[in-house]
């Protein structure tokens, strides 16, 4: 079959999974405040999907899913000059796909799909345009979002290391002026995180493609097989192990800058795979195909995470379970006349999104899960009960 059908059925086949899901997931508090609150860039091309769609689900999560897959096609095409053979440039495609981080930033509205397509754009745009080009780029991504400043700063190292004067002249100004827009984040009382930021980049990209990604970027190091990508996804690794010694860092905010090593990651792992004699080759299709696996049950996990509810004691450690409730809660009460509550700060944001406003005659109040009211709000999922709360109608008169 042709390599360009393979891979507009691998990436119908993502966008139709992704719109699925969209449908089947709630908005989250975050999100509500993203949407609702201080302007940013990502905010506005929510609202302008909202202005154009509506205010559901799939307008809010349309614009990650669109970021998504421009970010796949940016991920095949940059992958050509590190795999000559197509045939892996589709495996690194479909293993970009899978990632349990790229999923996730696919469909949760925040800043790492933005993020990871804009530093998959840079990348093109520094192969394959001008100078001048790659420059007004950067400059937009400083006024854009705060978090490119590791991109500066990793380029700046990249044009010490190429001795281009200029090009680091220009990153230099570009971080300090990002310094100077959004400032320095040193919240929180100093506390080690680096074990749990370990696990984190583990959990996103999958243990073992993080430990060969690690290997790779190490490697790499040795061998002075230094590229533009190679210094991004080291920097961003490197500041954000250091900066865990201090705080809790915002893993979207650094993740996408690793997943821009997956082509060194994927060329690194062809070579040594072809210089071997196909005797001593069995192990590294066994670790492939071991990894692809574990890709495939975690995104089935993703996907059909409700299921766990028949699975998990306590609902609330669901780990989608901020991202569930709100819009069958709002339908719920709808169904009884209410457009109007007084809830808890969270589910009161959320609730909003889907219609349902604030006010104080109308109390709404969950419930333990052990004492159900025949005249209570209950949420099901798979014939389990995940919320459980009752509505007080108070005279303020």
Request: hydrophobic content about 50%; overall charge positive.
């Amino acid at each position: 079959m042709n390599v360009r059908y393979i891979l507009f059925l691998i990436l119908g086949l993502d966008a139709l999974t992704l719109i699925f899901q969209s449908g089947e997931l709630s908005i989250s508090y975050y999100e509500a405040l993203l949407v609702s609150g201080d302007f940013s860039f990502l905010q506005l091309l929510i609202k302008s999907s909202i202005f154009i769609f509506g205010q559901n689900d799939y307008a809010l999560r349309l614009p990650m899913i669109v970021l998504h897959l421009s970010s796949a096609i940016l991920l095949f095409k940059i992958s050509k000059k590190y795999l000559k053979v197509e045939r892996n440039r589709i495996w690194l495609l479909l293993i970009f796909i899978l990632l349990p981080g790229v999923m996730s930033s696919a469909i949760i509205v925040n800043s790492a799909g933005l993020i990871l397509f804009a530093l998959l754009l840079f990348v093109y745009v520094h192969e394959n345009h001008s100078i001048k080009t790659t420059y007004i780029l950067l400059f937009c991504y400083m006024l854009i979002e705060g978090s490119f400043a590791i991109l500066f700063v990793a380029l700046a190292l990249f044009s010490l290391y190429k001795k281009e004067r200029n090009n680091f002249l220009f990153s230099a100004a570009l971080f300090f002026g990002s310094l100077l827009l959004y400032g320095i984040d040193t919240h929180g009382s100093p506390k080690g995180y680096f074990i749990d930021s370990i696990g984190i980049y583990a959990a996103i990209f999958s243990p073992i493609i993080f430990i060969y990604l690690v290997y790779v970027l190490y490697r790499r190091y040795l061998t002075k097989d230094l590229d533009i990508l190679w210094f991004i996804a080291t920097v961003a690794l490197v500041f954000s192990l250091l900066l865990s010694f201090r705080q809790r860092i915002t893993i979207e905010y650094f993740a996408p800058y690793l997943i821009l090593a997956l082509p060194l990651v994927a060329q690194t792992f062809e070579h040594s795979y072809r210089v071997r004699l196909d005797l001593f080759r069995k192990k590294y299709r066994w670790v492939f195909v071991i990894s692809l696996a574990l890709l495939f049950v975690n995104s089935s996990v993703m996907f059909f995470n409700k299921y766990l509810y028949q699975i998990v004691k306590e609902p609330k450690k669901h780990f989608s379970y901020n991202m569930h409730i709100a819009k069958e809660l709002s339908k719920e009460l709808k169904s009884r006349d209410i457009y109007c509550v007084n809830t808890d700060k969270k589910m009161q944001k959320r609730l909003e999104f889907y219609g349902v406003t604030k006010c104080n005659n109308l109390i709404l109040r969950e419930n333990s899960l052990n004492f159900i009211k025949t005249d209570g709000v209950t949420i099901s999922y798979i014939n389990r009960v995940v919320y459980n709360a009752s509505v007080t109608n108070i005279n303020i008169n």
